[in-house]
């Protein structure tokens, strides 16, 4: 009877929780597979609300990033990009749509990140198995540094 209690017990905080508990199975398990995309949840959930600068290494090698450089010249126009998420899923978790300028030390890549809050923008999460879509707006459900600035 105990152990039945605490099954109960634990299954209702899941139903309860589970969306709180999905964001942060996702910075979780973000951090083995997209680690950039796992640092910007994190930081939107937990952090401060400040200026987020990602490690670049990824970026250097990203398709989407590499494709999109091509033919850019210093000073020249300011590249907009789209990822589209079959191209690079792990760039697609971090970043979807940014600018891209090439400079005389290299390029510069920047982005205005604004969760979805209608739960109209969907992200599909690889499994490599199966996708997952999951709503955007599911990060709202954690009490972000925005809300808290809010309140």
Same mark, same amino acid.
């Given at each position: ?22 964001? !942060? +199975? ?6 083995? @597979? ?6 910007? =949840? *994190?930081?939107?959930?937990? #952090? ?25 010249? !210093? +000073? ?6 789209? @990822? ?6 792990? =760039? *697609?978790?971090?970043?979807? #749509? ?54």
């Amino acid at each position: 009877m105990k152990r039945l209690i605490i099954i109960v017990g634990i299954i209702g905080l899941m139903s309860l929780w589970y969306k709180k508990l999905c964001v !942060v +199975g996702m910075i979780v398990g973000g951090f083995f @597979v997209a680690p950039e995309a796992s640092q910007i =949840l *994190s930081h939107y959930c937990f #952090g401060d609300g400040d200026t987020l600068y990602l490690d670049s290494s990824y970026l250097k090698r990203s398709p989407v990033v590499i494709s999109a450089a091509t033919g850019l010249k !210093v +000073g020249g126009k300011i590249n907009k990009v789209r @990822v589209i998420q079959s191209r690079d899923w792990r =760039l *697609s978790y971090a970043i979807n #749509g940014f600018t891209l300028k090439r400079t005389k030390k290299g390029y510069v890549i920047q982005q205005w990140i604004e969760f979805d809050k209608t739960g109209t923008i969907p992200t599909d999460i690889n499994f490599g198995v199966g996708k997952l879509r999951v709503q955007d707006a599911i990060v709202h459900t954690v009490n972000t540094a925005e809300h808290r600035r809010l309140n």
